[in-house]
C-alpha cells in the first residue's frame, strides 16, 4: 500500500488520507516527483486546516505520478502501483480497504476520476473556486480542483461541507456569497447522456453507464441521449492549457532553493539542466515542452490562445445544455481496469483525459459514482452528490 | 552629417508600500538582513497563492494619473518565464496584456526649452532578487528580500534626443511620483532604475537607426556618460563603419567609461507570457478611479505659483515649500489654522528645516501635520507659548504626530503664566541681586536691561509673555 | 517539429533530451498538432473571447499588511546550499 506514515499517532474515528499533491507539515509532499523526494512544507494545505479542525485526521499520504498528470499514479516516483497485472491507484485502495473513510485529493488531470469510476467508489470535484488551493502543488491552476473520495456520497458530502468555503489566502476563491449557492441545491430531473462522450469505451464501461442510467430512470430520473460534438473538444484543448500552466508553475523545480541537486555541474546553467534533467520523468519532460511551445512567440496565437477561446465556448456549450438538462452523463475512463500493458503508450492520459476533461477545463462539479461521471451546473454538486446518495439507498 | 540620438528609456520604481506585491512579506529590503524578508511564496516554495496588494493597484493608478496617461479599467496579470537565480518560481509576474496605464504624457523643461515625452505604457510587476557576488569566488550567493517587492514600469516613447533630456525627464519623473507619494525614486538606493535605449540617424531621417539596450543604470551620471558614449560609437560605426551595429543588450562599465555587448543564450527574450490563471482581473470602477484622481496633489509648479498668488508668499519661498509634498501639506495645513502662511512659512523653512537636517531625515519624511504646527503657531502668537518653548513641542511633534500642542505645552508646564504676582516676585530678586547692571542701565545702557531681562525669563523658565516681562520690569527698575 | 527546435525547446526549459526522447516527442507533437487541426481549427472562434478564469470574479485585493510568520532557517533547512544566510549556486557571470 503506497501510504507514508503520519508521525502522529491518530486516535480519531474519522481517518482520511491525502494524496502527495496537498502539502502536509509532518509528513512529506513530493508530488510523486524524484525533484521533491522528502520535501516537508512549513505550512499545511487550508483544506487540511479544516478538515482538522472538524475532527478528521490524516492517516497517511498517498502517492500519485508525477504531478498527477498520468492515469491513475503509475508514474509516481516509488513506482507503479500494480497488483494482478491491473494499474492500482493508491487514493483508490486505501479507501476500498477501509484504512480511510474519506480522501482528499487533487484533481488536476482526471487521474483521481478514473481510479474513482474503476473501482466503484464515489468522489467529487466541486465547483471551481468553492476550495481552496492554498497549499496545494500547483500544476494547472485554472482548472484543478481539491476533490474528495469516499464509499458513499454522504460521506463525500459531509467532508466536502467541511472543506469548502472562501479562503483569504487563495485569490481565486469565490466569495461566501456565490459559495452559498451550493446550498440551493434544485434536485436533478433530466440528464443528457452525451452520445459523443462514450466513444472509444470498452464493454464493460458501457454496461456500467447502462445500468446506471437505468438506476436513475427508475428513480424518476429522465435521461436523454444527446448527440453534441463540442464538449469532446475539451481534451485537445485542456491538454494544451495544461501543459503549459504545467511547464510554467514546474520551472521554480531547478535544484536551488530545495529539493533535488544534480551532484555534476560546473555552471549554474548546468544546475539547472541536470537537476531537471535526472529528477524529472518521461511524461512530465514531454508535457513541459509541449506546454512551453504552445506559449511560444510564434505558437501563443494560434495554440494557447486558441485553447482559451475554445475554453469559452466550452462553457457556452455546456450552458446551453443546461438550458435543458439539470446534468450530463457521461464515462470517466474507456475501461474498467487499466492492464499494466497500458503504459506502452506512455503518453496515454493525455487520450484517456478525454472522459475527465470537460469538467477540467470549465471548471464545473463532476461527481463520479457506479463508474460513470456525472458533470452538473455551477454549484450543483450538492445536487449531484443528493441523487447518487438515493441511488445508493435503492441499491440497498 | 549631423546625426541625432534617439532614446526610450524603461523606468523600473520600485512603490513605497508596506508589503510586498503577492505575498505579506515586509517590502522594505534596504539594509535588511539577507533573507529576512522573505516567505514559502516569494522563495519560489509551491502552494501558496498570490494576492494583489490593494495599494500596488492604488499606486500603478496614481502614477498613470500623474504622468497623463490613459487607465486601463481591466487591468490583468501575466507570467513570464525565463531561469536566473535571482527569479526563485523562474517566472516574473508582471502586466503584458492590459497594463495599468497607457498613453501618457510628461512634460520636461531643458535648456532648448520645454518638450513632451510621451509614456507608452506603465506595467505593474514584482522585483527579482539581489544576486552578491563578492563574498566567495566561485558562488553567487542569492538574497530574496527584494523578490516580489511592487515595481511599476514606465516605458517611454523614443522621443527622448540628450542626456541633458533623460536628465529631466527622470528627475520630472522623480519629482511627480514622490509628489504622488507612490515612490521614493532614490537612485542610490535601488529604488529607481533605468534601462536605456538608443540609436543614432542622420538628422531629418525618421528611419530609426540599429537599437542597443543597456539595462539596469543606477546613476544618473553614469547614465549621461553611457549616453555620451554609446552615441559616439554609433556615429563611428554608421559614419566610419568602425564596426557593424546589431541590436543587443549591453553592459555599460561606468569605471572604464566604456559599454560592453552582454553574452546572450540562444533562447534569451524567448519570455513565453501568458495571463496568470491565479491573479483575477482587477477592474477598476468608478469609485475607485475617482478616489485615486481626488487624492492627487496639483503638479509642483501650480502650486507654486498659487503659493505666490494665494498666499502672497515670495518666489523664493514658494519654490523652497514645493520641493517636497510633505512641506506642501504640512504648510497648507499651517496656514489654514493659524491664518498666516508668513508665520506657517518661517516655521517649515526655518525651525522643521534644522530639526529634519538634525535627524538626516529628507524632506519627504516630515511626519508633522500642518493642523498641529497651526495650533503651534496660533499658541505662540496668542502668547501661550514661549517662542523657545515651542520649539521643544514642535521636536516632541517629530517624535509623535499624533501629539496636541496644547495639551503637551500644558502637560510639560511650558504654557505662559498669566500670574503677575510671580513676575513681580522674580523682578524683585533679579533687580536686587545685581544691582550693577540696574546701574548701567540707569547709566544709559540698554544692553544691561536686556541681561536683566534674559535672567528672569530664565527664572520663569520662559512661560512670560515678554512683553508683560519687559513692562514690569522697567516699572519696578523706574521705582528703585 | 524537428530535432533542432527540440533542442531550444529543452535549453529554454532546462532539460536534456536524450534521441530516443527526441523521437517520441517528436511523435507527441505530431499527434497533438493533428488533433488540434481536427477538433479546435475547424471552430470559429473569431467573435470569442479568451477565457483564462472560469468564475466570474474580478478584483481579489488585500490590504497591505506585512508579517513574517516564516524564519529564514526554516525557510533554508532544506536547501541543497546556503552561506551566511543566502542561498548558493555556482557563479554567475556578470
Same mark, same amino acid.
Given at each position: 500500500?503506497?501510504?507514508?506514515?503520519?508521525?502522529?499517532?491518530?486516535?480519531?474515528?474519522?481517518?482520511?488520507?491525502?494524496?502527495?499533491?496537498?502539502?502536509?507539515?509532518?509528513?512529506?509532499?513530493?508530488?510523486?516527483?524524484?525533484?521533491?523526494?522528502?520535501?516537508?512544507?512549513?505550512?499545511?494545505?487550508?483544506?487540511?486546516?479544516?478538515?482538522?479542525?472538524?475532527?478528521?485526521?490524516?492517516?497517511?499520504?498517498?502517492?500519485?505520478?508525477?504531478?498527477?498528470?498520468?492515469?491513475?499514479?503509475?508514474?509516481?516516483?516509488?513506482?507503479?502501483?500494480?497488483?494482478?497485472?491491473?494499474?492500482?491507484?493508491?487514493?483508490?485502495?486505501?479507501?476500498?480497504?477501509?484504512?480511510?473513510?474519506?480522501?482528499?485529493?487533487?484533481?488536476?488531470?482526471?487521474?483521481?476520476?478514473?481510479?474513482?469510476?474503476?473501482?466503484?467508489?464515489?468522489?467529487?470535484?466541486?465547483?471551481?473556486?468553492?476550495?481552496?488551493?492554498?497549499?496545494?502543488?500547483?500544476?494547472?491552476?485554472?482548472?484543478?480542483?481539491?476533490?474528495?473520495?469516499?464509499?458513499?456520497?454522504?460521506?463525500?458530502?459531509?467532508?466536502?461541507?467541511?472543506?469548502?468555503?472562501?479562503?483569504?489566502?487563495?485569490?481565486?476563491?469565490?466569495?461566501?456569497?456565490?459559495?452559498?449557492?451550493?446550498?440551493?441545491?434544485?434536485?436533478?430531473?433530466?440528464?443528457?447522456?452525451?452520445?459523443?462522450?462514450?466513444?472509444?469505451?470498452?464493454?464493460?464501461?458501457?454496461?456500467?453507464?447502462?445500468?446506471?442510467?437505468?438506476?436513475?430512470?427508475?428513480?424518476?430520473?429522465?435521461?436523454?441521449?444527446?448527440?453534441?460534438?463540442?464538449?469532446?473538444?475539451?481534451?485537445?484543448?485542456?491538454?494544451?492549457?495544461?501543459?503549459?500552466?504545467?511547464?510554467?508553475?514546474?520551472?521554480?523545480?531547478?535544484?536551488?532553493?530545495?529539493?533535488?541537486?544534480?551532484?555534476?555541474?560546473?555552471?549554474?546553467?548546468?544546475?539547472?539542466?541536470?537537476?531537471?534533467?535526472?529528477?524529472?520523468?518521461?511524461?512530465?519532460?514531454?508535457?513541459?515542452?509541449?506546454?512551453?511551445?504552445?506559449?511560444?512567440?510564434?505558437?501563443?496565437?494560434?495554440?494557447?490562445?486558441?485553447?482559451?477561446?475554445?475554453?469559452?465556448?466550452?462553457?457556452?456549450?455546456?450552458?446551453?445544455?443546461?438550458?435543458?438538462?439539470?446534468?450530463?452523463?457521461?464515462?470517466?475512463?474507456?475501461?474498467?481496469?487499466?492492464?499494466?500493458?497500458?503504459?506502452?503508450?506512455?503518453?496515454?492520459?493525455?487520450?484517456?483525459?478525454?472522459?475527465?476533461?470537460?469538467?477540467?477545463?470549465?471548471?464545473?462539479?463532476?461527481?463520479?459514482?457506479?463508474?460513470?461521471?456525472?458533470?452538473?451546473?455551477?454549484?450543483?454538486?450538492?445536487?449531484?452528490?443528493?441523487?447518487?446518495?438515493?441511488?445508493?439507498?435503492?441499491?440497498? | 552629417?549631423?546625426?541625432?540620438?534617439?532614446?526610450?528609456?524603461?523606468?523600473?520604481?520600485?512603490?513605497?508600500?508596506?508589503?510586498?506585491?503577492?505575498?505579506?512579506?515586509?517590502?522594505?529590503?534596504?539594509?535588511?538582513?539577507?533573507?529576512?524578508?522573505?516567505?514559502?511564496?516569494?522563495?519560489?516554495?509551491?502552494?501558496?497563492?498570490?494576492?494583489?496588494?490593494?495599494?500596488?493597484?492604488?499606486?500603478?493608478?496614481?502614477?498613470?494619473?500623474?504622468?497623463?496617461?490613459?487607465?486601463?479599467?481591466?487591468?490583468?496579470?501575466?507570467?513570464?518565464?525565463?531561469?536566473?537565480?535571482?527569479?526563485?518560481?523562474?517566472?516574473?509576474?508582471?502586466?503584458?496584456?492590459?497594463?495599468?496605464?497607457?498613453?501618457?504624457?510628461?512634460?520636461?523643461?531643458?535648456?532648448?526649452?520645454?518638450?513632451?515625452?510621451?509614456?507608452?505604457?506603465?506595467?505593474?510587476?514584482?522585483?527579482?532578487?539581489?544576486?552578491?557576488?563578492?563574498?566567495?569566488?566561485?558562488?553567487?550567493?542569492?538574497?530574496?528580500?527584494?523578490?516580489?517587492?511592487?515595481?511599476?514600469?514606465?516605458?517611454?516613447?523614443?522621443?527622448?534626443?540628450?542626456?541633458?533630456?533623460?536628465?529631466?525627464?527622470?528627475?520630472?519623473?522623480?519629482?511627480?511620483?514622490?509628489?504622488?507619494?507612490?515612490?521614493?525614486?532614490?537612485?542610490?538606493?535601488?529604488?529607481?532604475?533605468?534601462?536605456?535605449?538608443?540609436?543614432?540617424?542622420?538628422?531629418?531621417?525618421?528611419?530609426?537607426?540599429?537599437?542597443?539596450?543597456?539595462?539596469?543604470?543606477?546613476?544618473?551620471?553614469?547614465?549621461?556618460?553611457?549616453?555620451?558614449?554609446?552615441?559616439?560609437?554609433?556615429?563611428?560605426?554608421?559614419?566610419?563603419?568602425?564596426?557593424?551595429?546589431?541590436?543587443?543588450?549591453?553592459?555599460?562599465?561606468?569605471?572604464?567609461?566604456?559599454?560592453?555587448?552582454?553574452?546572450?543564450?540562444?533562447?534569451?527574450?524567448?519570455?513565453?507570457?501568458?495571463?496568470?490563471?491565479?491573479?483575477?482581473?482587477?477592474?477598476?470602477?468608478?469609485?475607485?478611479?475617482?478616489?485615486?484622481?481626488?487624492?492627487?496633489?496639483?503638479?509642483?509648479?501650480?502650486?507654486?505659483?498659487?503659493?505666490?498668488?494665494?498666499?502672497?508668499?515670495?518666489?523664493?519661498?514658494?519654490?523652497?515649500?514645493?520641493?517636497?509634498?510633505?512641506?506642501?501639506?504640512?504648510?497648507?495645513?499651517?496656514?489654514?489654522?493659524?491664518?498666516?502662511?508668513?508665520?506657517?512659512?518661517?516655521?517649515?523653512?526655518?525651525?522643521?528645516?534644522?530639526?529634519?537636517?538634525?535627524?538626516?531625515?529628507?524632506?519627504?519624511? %516630515?511626519?508633522?501635520?500642518?493642523?498641529?504646527?497651526?495650533? %503651534?503657531?496660533?499658541?505662540?502668537?496668542?502668547?501661550?507659548?514661549?517662542?523657545?518653548?515651542?520649539?521643544?513641542?514642535?521636536?516632541?511633534?517629530?517624535?509623535?504626530?499624533?501629539?496636541?500642542?496644547?495639551?503637551?505645552?500644558?502637560?510639560?508646564?511650558?504654557?505662559?503664566?498669566?500670574?503677575?504676582?510671580?513676575?513681580?516676585?522674580?523682578?524683585?530678586?533679579?533687580?536686587?541681586?545685581?544691582?550693577?547692571?540696574?546701574?548701567?542701565?540707569?547709566?544709559?545702557?540698554?544692553?544691561?536691561?536686556?541681561?536683566?531681562?534674559?535672567?528672569?525669563?530664565?527664572?520663569?523658565?520662559?512661560?512670560?509673555?515678554?512683553?508683560?516681562?519687559?513692562?514690569?520690569?522697567?516699572?519696578?527698575?523706574?521705582?528703585? | 517539429?524537428?530535432?533542432?527546435?527540440?533542442?531550444?525547446?529543452?535549453?529554454?526549459?532546462?532539460?536534456?533530451?536524450?534521441?530516443?526522447?527526441?523521437?517520441?516527442?517528436?511523435?507527441?507533437?505530431?499527434?497533438?498538432?493533428?488533433?488540434?487541426?481536427?477538433?479546435?481549427?475547424?471552430?470559429?472562434?473569431?467573435?470569442?473571447?479568451?477565457?483564462?478564469?472560469?468564475?466570474?470574479?474580478?478584483?481579489?485585493?488585500?490590504?497591505?499588511?506585512?508579517?513574517?510568520?516564516?524564519?529564514?532557517?526554516?525557510?533554508?533547512?532544506?536547501?541543497?546550499?546556503?552561506?551566511?544566510?543566502?542561498?548558493?549556486?555556482?557563479?554567475?557571470?556578470?
Amino acid at each position: 500500500m503506497k501510504i507514508y506514515n503520519a508521525k502522529k499517532e491518530i486516535t480519531c474515528d474519522r481517518k482520511i488520507v491525502v494524496d502527495d499533491m496537498i502539502l502536509t507539515t509532518d509528513m512529506p509532499t513530493t508530488a510523486g516527483s524524484k525533484m521533491l523526494d522528502g520535501y516537508v512544507s512549513l505550512f499545511e494545505a487550508e483544506v487540511l486546516t479544516r478538515a482538522g479542525n472538524a475532527g478528521y485526521g490524516v492517516i497517511g499520504k498517498t502517492s500519485v505520478g508525477e504531478f498527477a498528470i498520468d492515469l491513475v499514479g503509475e508514474t509516481a516516483q516509488d513506482g507503479a502501483l500494480i497488483e494482478d497485472g491491473i494499474l492500482k491507484s493508491a487514493t483508490a485502495e486505501a479507501i476500498k480497504s477501509g484504512d480511510a473513510i474519506c480522501a482528499i485529493t487533487l484533481d488536476v488531470n482526471g487521474s483521481v476520476r478514473r481510479s474513482v469510476a474503476q473501482n466503484s467508489l464515489v468522489s467529487v470535484k466541486p465547483t471551481y473556486g468553492t476550495v481552496s488551493r492554498y497549499g496545494t502543488i500547483p500544476v494547472a491552476c485554472s482548472g484543478e480542483t481539491v476533490s474528495v473520495v469516499a464509499k458513499t456520497a454522504t460521506a463525500c458530502r459531509e467532508l466536502l461541507d467541511v472543506i469548502a468555503g472562501h479562503d483569504d489566502k487563495d485569490g481565486t476563491s469565490l466569495p461566501e456569497t456565490e459559495i452559498a449557492k451550493v446550498s440551493e441545491t434544485k434536485p436533478v430531473r433530466r440528464i443528457a447522456l452525451l452520445t459523443d462522450m462514450t466513444k472509444g469505451v470498452d464493454e464493460e464501461t458501457s454496461a456500467r453507464l447502462d445500468a446506471f442510467s437505468k438506476k436513475l430512470t427508475a428513480l424518476g430520473v429522465e435521461v436523454v441521449s444527446v448527440e453534441n460534438s463540442i464538449i469532446p473538444v475539451s481534451r485537445v484543448a485542456w491538454n494544451i492549457l495544461m501543459s503549459a500552466e504545467l511547464c510554467n508553475n514546474v520551472s521554480r523545480y531547478d535544484g536551488v532553493k530545495y529539493g533535488y541537486r544534480a551532484q555534476n555541474f560546473t555552471n549554474i546553467d548546468e544546475l539547472y539542466t541536470n537537476s531537471r534533467t535526472e529528477a524529472f520523468g518521461e511524461l512530465l519532460k514531454t508535457a513541459i515542452i509541449f506546454g512551453s511551445e504552445t506559449l511560444s512567440t510564434e505558437n501563443y496565437m494560434k495554440v494557447y490562445d486558441k485553447a482559451l477561446r475554445v475554453r469559452r465556448v466550452i462553457v457556452e456549450e455546456f450552458a446551453r445544455l443546461f438550458a435543458d438538462y439539470d446534468a450530463v452523463l457521461t464515462p470517466a475512463c474507456s475501461m474498467m481496469a487499466y492492464p499494466e500493458s497500458v503504459r506502452a503508450d506512455k503518453y496515454i492520459s493525455y487520450k484517456e483525459n478525454f472522459y475527465t476533461a470537460p469538467a477540467s477545463i470549465t471548471g464545473l462539479p463532476a461527481v463520479v459514482a457506479e463508474g460513470a461521471q456525472l458533470i452538473g451546473k455551477a454549484f450543483s454538486e450538492n445536487a449531484l452528490l443528493d441523487l447518487v446518495a438515493l441511488c445508493e439507498k435503492e441499491g440497498k | 552629417m549631423k546625426y541625432e540620438t534617439v532614446i526610450g528609456l524603461e523606468v523600473h520604481v520600485e512603490l513605497a508600500t508596506n508589503s510586498k506585491i503577492f505575498c505579506s512579506c515586509s517590502a522594505h529590503s534596504y539594509g535588511a538582513q539577507p533573507n529576512e524578508h522573505v516567505c514559502p511564496a516569494c522563495c519560489g516554495m509551491p502552494g501558496m497563492l498570490p494576492v494583489v496588494n490593494k495599494r500596488v493597484v492604488d499606486y500603478g493608478i496614481k502614477a498613470g494619473l500623474m504622468l497623463g496617461c490613459d487607465i486601463n479599467r481591466t487591468t490583468t496579470f501575466d507570467k513570464k518565464s525565463y531561469y536566473y537565480p535571482d527569479l526563485p518560481a523562474a517566472y516574473q509576474t508582471t502586466q503584458w496584456f492590459a497594463p495599468v496605464a497607457v498613453n501618457g504624457l510628461v512634460e520636461i523643461e531643458t535648456s532648448k526649452g520645454k518638450k513632451g515625452i510621451r509614456i507608452k505604457q506603465i506595467h505593474m510587476e514584482e522585483d527579482a532578487g539581489k544576486l552578491v557576488h563578492d563574498i566567495r569566488e566561485d558562488t553567487t550567493h542569492v538574497d530574496f528580500n527584494r523578490t516580489s517587492v511592487p515595481l511599476i514600469e514606465i516605458v517611454s516613447q523614443p522621443d527622448l534626443s540628450s542626456a541633458e533630456e533623460v536628465e529631466a525627464y527622470l528627475e520630472r519623473l522623480k519629482t511627480l511620483l514622490r509628489y504622488a507619494r507612490v515612490a521614493e525614486c532614490e537612485m542610490a538606493h535601488g529604488t529607481m532604475r533605468c534601462d536605456v535605449n538608443l540609436s543614432v540617424r542622420p538628422v531629418g531621417s525618421n528611419k530609426l537607426g540599429v537599437r542597443t539596450e543597456m539595462k539596469n543604470m543606477n546613476s544618473i551620471e553614469a547614465i549621461k556618460r553611457a549616453i555620451e558614449y554609446e552615441t559616439a560609437r554609433h556615429i563611428d560605426a554608421v559614419e566610419n563603419g568602425t564596426e557593424v551595429l546589431v541590436q543587443e543588450t549591453r553592459r555599460w562599465d561606468d569605471i572604464k567609461g566604456k559599454s560592453y555587448a552582454m553574452r546572450t543564450k540562444e533562447t534569451a527574450g524567448d519570455y513565453r507570457y501568458f495571463p496568470d490563471p491565479n491573479v483575477m482581473p482587477v477592474v477598476i470602477d468608478e469609485a475607485w478611479f475617482e478616489s485615486m484622481k481626488n487624492s492627487l496633489p496639483e503638479f509642483p509648479e501650480v502650486k507654486r505659483a498659487r503659493y505666490m498668488q494665494e498666499y502672497g508668499l515670495s518666489e523664493y519661498d514658494a519654490e523652497q515649500l514645493t520641493k517636497s509634498i510633505a512641506l506642501c501639506e504640512c504648510f497648507e495645513g499651517a496656514s489654514a489654522v493659524c491664518g498666516s502662511p508668513k508665520d506657517a512659512t518661517n516655521w517649515i523653512l526655518s525651525e522643521i528645516m534644522n530639526l529634519l537636517n538634525l535627524r538626516q531625515m529628507t524632506y519627504d519624511m %516630515l511626519t508633522v501635520n500642518g493642523k498641529s504646527l497651526g495650533e %503651534l503657531i496660533l499658541l505662540v502668537s496668542n502668547g501661550k507659548v514661549g517662542r523657545a518653548n515651542a520649539k521643544k513641542v514642535l521636536s516632541a511633534m517629530f517624535d509623535n504626530p499624533e501629539l496636541s500642542p496644547e495639551k503637551y505645552a500644558e502637560e510639560n508646564g511650558l504654557i505662559i503664566s498669566n500670574d503677575t504676582g510671580l513676575i513681580d516676585k522674580v523682578v524683585k530678586e533679579i533687580v536686587a541681586s545685581d544691582p550693577k547692571s540696574v546701574a548701567d542701565y540707569k547709566g544709559g545702557k540698554e544692553k544691561a536691561l536686556m541681561a536683566l531681562f534674559g535672567r528672569c525669563m530664565k527664572t520663569l523658565k520662559g512661560n512670560c509673555d515678554p512683553q508683560v516681562l519687559r513692562k514690569i520690569l522697567i516699572d519696578y527698575i523706574a521705582k528703585v | 517539429m524537428d530535432r533542432d527546435t527540440l533542442r531550444r525547446l529543452g535549453m529554454l526549459n532546462q532539460l536534456s533530451l536524450t534521441d530516443v526522447q527526441k523521437e517520441e516527442i517528436i511523435a507527441f507533437f505530431d499527434e497533438r498538432e493533428s488533433e488540434a487541426k481536427a477538433e479546435l481549427d475547424v471552430i470559429d472562434t473569431s467573435d470569442v473571447e479568451r477565457m483564462v478564469h472560469v468564475m466570474p470574479v474580478f478584483t481579489v485585493v488585500r490590504e497591505d499588511v506585512a508579517s513574517q510568520p516564516f524564519t529564514r532557517e526554516a525557510l533554508q533547512a532544506g536547501a541543497p546550499e546556503t552561506d551566511e544566510g543566502y542561498w548558493c549556486v555556482p557563479r554567475v557571470l556578470e
